[in-house]
Structures are given as C-alpha cells and as structure tokens.
C-alpha cells in the first residue's frame, strides 16, 4: 500500500527546502518524511516490505506538511531520508540515534554503528545527514528573525492507530516540554470539533536534544510537535483535510497575546 521513496539519482542534500521565500511567520518540519535510503546504503539488510511500515518514516505526515506550507504560505524542511538511517528527531548522543531494533524489525545495517563499534560511520552518518538538516532548519528559523518576526515552529508527526493490544484513541496529540502556550488553544480548537486530543500523547515531548528542544525550547521560539493518526492521512484527501484544519487553528492560536516572544529557557 505504501511504496518506498526514492531518492533522487543526483543525490541531493538530505532535506527538502519547501517555499524557502515564504513567510517568516511559521516554519514546518518533518523529521520523518521519507522512507527512502541514499545511496550506497542499500536497504539496510531488510526486506522491502519493511518501508513501508511506521518504523521507516511517519506515513502521511510529508503530506500534511507540505498542505500546511501551501495553506500558511512558509518555508518547510523535509527530511530525505529515512529515519531508520538515522533518526533526525533525536540528539547526537542519543542511544537511539541510530537504532538496532525497531518495533520486532531487526536492522542489520545498522549493528555495529555506534561509538563502541563503528564509530566512524556514526560520525559519517551525522555529519552527512543529520548535521545538515539541523543546519537547514536553523538558518531558516535565523532567516525569520532577521526580517522581525518570531517564527512559529511546526514539527510534523504521525503514529500507528495500535501499539501492540492497544487501540490509540487519539485521532491527534501535542507534544511539548517546557513551553505549552500553544497547545491550550490547539486543543481547545480540535476538542470544540469533537477531536481526542493527546496531551504529551501516544508519546512524550519531553526528550532531550530532540528537535523541538534543539530549535524551539533552546531558542525560546514558539513551537509544537503535532501527531496524526496515521490512518486518518494514508490519503492525499486526509493529509489536505488535516492540513486546512492545522493551519486553520495554527493561525488562530498564533494570533493570541503573548505568543510571538523569545521565552528562554
């Protein structure tokens, strides 16, 4: 149902820079926007039908992303690559940077890549592909401040509808650590529709050196990590819906006082 990516036989950089002239007001991201695998590394010695499932890439959520570029009319950063490569959503020094094992998938590319065995190919694999994708994300976020504006920051996610025997019941949730003034009035917005909203759920936005700390709380930005069932936006028509109905109460919420200040940590 879901085809693995592929990557571009140039070899581009391992992000995609969306609208880059775009308002300054918000920026999105997507750490996990891509199932596919640059070159040279195969497929990491699993079977192909592994990519297509969540522990590859966050399905639908390039979609959204994308959709919410177009509707607030900002830059994106996409990730190229899949997150089984290395995850962009978790610090340098993170144990699960590079995982080893991933939802009973055992990944034999990636076995000895750590500091005790192959310490080289870990640094290779942040320096080429995890490095630049920060870097992106930060010279846009300067970009925005240089014009003036506080950047509102967007991160793109979505999750299995079970996790095991566990029916998520949860058609969205908001991630977040040290700075919540806009998930109250995302999640009053979703709710009044009629939404299960998880707060700091299926998981937790409280993850040291992730991306939304690195970029967000570091910085004092503004800044949300939304989730969506992966089954609401298999479809293009569910990753549009699900973007004119963020963008609609990302506005909103972006609007209210006191939202656009550097807040330090």
């Not at 590394?41 to 992303?65: C, K, M, N, Q, T």
Request: glycine content about 8%; overall charge negative; charged content about 25%.
């Amino acid at each position: 149902m879901h085809e693995p990516l592929q990557p571009d036989a140039a070899t581009p950089p391992p992000f995609e820079l969306v609208n880059p002239e775009g308002s300054p007001d918000f920026l999105i991201v997507c750490d996990h926007a891509s199932n596919a695998l640059p070159p040279g590394y195969g497929s990491l010695g699993l079977p192909e039908a592994e990519f297509a499932r969540h522990i590859a890439w966050d399905i639908g959520a390039a979609g959204v992303a994308l959709g919410l570029s177009e509707a607030l009319s900002c830059p994106a950063v996409l990730a190229r690559y899949s997150r089984l490569l290395i995850d962009l959503n978790r610090g340098e020094d993170d144990p699960t940077l590079v995982m080893k094992l991933s939802d009973g998938a055992i990944i034999p590319g990636n076995r000895d890549v750590d500091p005790d065995h192959d310490a080289a190919e870990l640094e290779h694999r942040i320096h080429t592909f995890h490095a630049p994708y920060h870097a992106a994300i930060a010279a846009a976020l300067a970009r925005a401040q240089e014009s003036g504006a506080v950047p509102v920051i967007v991160s793109v996610h979505s999750f299995t509808p079970r996790w095991r025997q566990f029916i998520r019941p949860w058609e969205t949730g908001l991630l977040w650590d040290r700075d919540d003034r806009l998930v109250g009035p995302l999640m009053e917005g979703l709710e009044q529709e009629g939404f299960t909203v998880g707060d700091n759920e299926p998981y937790t936005g409280r993850l040291l050196n992730d991306c939304m700390y690195r970029h967000g709380t570091a910085n004092g930005l503004p800044h949300v990590l939304i989730e969506i069932r992966q089954d609401l936006i298999e479809t293009k028509e569910g990753q549009r819906e699900w973007a004119a109905r963020y963008a609609r109460h990302l506005r909103a919420a972006a609007s209210l006082p006191g939202i656009r200040e550097i807040r330090k940590p």
